[in-house]
């Protein structure tokens, strides 16, 4: 499977922003779908999850209630909608697509490369 994510940018605090991460190479159903994020010098770390189905998700605390992750399998997409963006959500975000419902990123069997967001306060 080959990931790339798109729309990353320049949000103010308080702000929105849609990313987008399209697949292809295989059939995008089979997989689970994630979000993460690293700023620099961090870890990356979990931000969200969406099963293969996308009938269940799980959520970071940190973005829970204000970020959701969703899918279009027909379009073999996956998206993060981002509200309320703090400057804490700077960082490059990372799309990961994994044979495992998980949040782990030893659990991940596929990358794309990153899109930035940069939050302006």
């Known amino acids: 499977v080959q990931l790339q994510a798109s729309g990353g940018g320049l949000v103010q605090a308080g702000g929105s922003l849609r990313l987008s991460c399209a697949a292809s190479g295989r059939t995008f159903s089979n997989y689970a779908a994630d979000w993460f994020r690293q700023a620099p010098g961090k870890e990356r770390e979990f931000v969200a999850a969406?099963?293969?189905?996308?009938?269940?998700?799980v959520y970071a605390d940190s973005v829970k209630g204000r970020f959701t992750i969703s899918r279009d399998n027909a379009k073999n997409t996956v998206y993060l909608q981002m509200n309320s963006v703090k400057p804490e959500d700077m960082a490059v975000y990372y799309c990961a697509a994994g044979t495992e419902y998980s949040f782990l990123t030893a659990r991940m069997n596929y990358w794309g490369k990153g899109t930035q967001v940069t939050v302006s306060s």
């Open positions: 969406i099963s293969w189905s996308g009938g269940s998700t």
